[in-house]
């Protein structure tokens, strides 16, 4: 049986958008497959973030817990993607040249944010229908 | 800094619809997370399908590509994940025996995909437009 949840239970995520369903954890995540290309998912974008903000791979990587080695070759794998850089390194080495992203970049970015906000307000409802049916099957 | 592109520089792809993108298959591939409890994508998804349609994991499993162990471990994750089968075996050993889905996994099958067809007619015109974008940055 699933633990019963109550209604009291405290919201730390209130108000945050991510939770499509606050109080449970049931979220969408979305992917955008590039048929033999590869895909473009939370992780890349997460990534690519992380180095527009930190303006650079290697803290990046940090942040998000991955080595610089994995960092590096998802953003390598982007621009093969793509056929165009998505970060940009302006001086210095691998391991410490400070990066940010190119103008496609961040422009890949935004565009995924904006589908994963679009998917997650259209499928709302039927997300709570699969919590449901999940709940009352217990 | 990324490459300077001139406007003069050759265009393999000139004129083509499919650059990066052949064809259309810009796609996008839905995942429903379960907090810590894994999520629900299109390939577990499709195992379920599958195991429907041939009566059995084995079955399954071998259209799919993928070995009778890893199936298996798919769907012994789900039932944890959901703490209820998805999956039921008639009779038989591992092996052998006839499995289809319970009623709960046809109801996941059948939720996910109208979360999937849902999304995608929602993103759809963001999708052309993030293909455009890509298009253009050549």
Do not use: C
Request: aromatic share 4%.
């Amino acid at each position: 049986m699933a633990a019963r949840r109550s209604a009291g239970k405290p919201q730390l995520d209130d108000g945050a958008d991510e939770l499509v369903i606050p109080g449970d954890d049931l979220r969408l995540m979305v992917r955008v497959a590039f048929g033999e290309h590869g895909a473009l998912g939370p992780g890349k974008i997460r990534l690519l973030e992380l180095i527009e903000r930190h303006g650079s791979i290697t803290a990046a990587a940090k942040a998000m817990g991955i080595s610089y080695r994995r960092a590096w070759l998802l953003v390598e794998g982007m621009k093969q993607a793509f056929r165009d850089p998505v970060v940009a390194t302006q001086h210095g080495g691998a391991q410490g040249g400070g990066s940010g992203l190119t103008p496609i970049g961040r422009e890949i970015v935004q565009r995924y944010r904006a589908i994963e906000r679009t998917a997650r307000a259209a499928v709302g409802g039927q997300l709570r229908g699969l919590k449901r049916a999940l709940r009352n099957s217990r």
